[in-house]
């Protein structure tokens, strides 16, 4: 089977689940939802993560500057948290306001509620082009209650269809700046 329908059913499995990644800077935290967040080592006492964040995002540059990140694997009682951390900029506010939060001791922000959370330093950064995937260590981590974690496949039906509107409108935008940017061979 080819073409772009067929491969974007079978590429959507390899999505993450839904996560918040977070960072602080000089006018305080911010976060983000992240759909790429993966496991990068297969060593116990070492272990890290491949994060990748659109340079279109705020975060993103926090995260570059500040050398640390917070990740918040969201649970699937917490699909409040994707309008204010996936639609709003930190570029125009604090999105964090009016939300439960807790910092890391770097600062970065977690969510109490989810799966659990993890703190990380920066190892180094991948430049993608149109991203940066980061490559962290993970210093510290909580959580794991008997919460399930939220994928965006189970999100996309409780969100509602003014939520989708919006964020098809944003992802549409991204990629449109990611195309002439992102590292691609025609």
């Not at 939802?33 to 964040?53: K, N, T, Y």
């Not at 496949?153 to 944003?170: I, Y």
């Given at each position: ?74 649970s699937d009682s917490q699909p409040d948290l994707l309008e204010p951390l996936g639609l709003r900029s930190g ?31 920066v190892l180094e950064p991948l430049d993608l082009g149109d991203a940066t995937a980061f490559l962290v260590a ?49």
């Open positions: 089977m080819t073409g772009a329908r067929a491969a974007g059913d079978v590429l959507s499995h390899f999505w993450a689940p839904l996560c918040a990644v977070g960072a602080s800077g000089p006018a305080g935290p911010n976060a983000q939802i992240c759909v790429s967040v993966f496991g990068a080592s297969i060593v116990p006492e070492r272990p890290r993560l491949l994060v990748s964040l659109s340079k279109t995002n705020y975060t993103e540059g926090l995260v570059r500057e500040s050398g640390r990140l917070s990740v918040t694997l969201l570029r125009e506010g604090d999105k964090l306001a009016g939300l439960e939060v807790e910092l890391t001791g770097s600062g970065a922000p977690t969510f109490p509620g989810g799966v659990g959370a993890l703190d990380c330093e993970v210093r510290d981590r909580w959580g794991l209650g008997g919460e399930q974690p939220l994928p965006w496949a189970v999100a996309k039906t409780v969100v509602g269809e003014e939520f989708l509107q919006r964020w098809a409108e944003k992802s549409a935008r991204e990629q449109k700046a990611a195309r002439a940017v992102m590292h691609w061979r025609d």
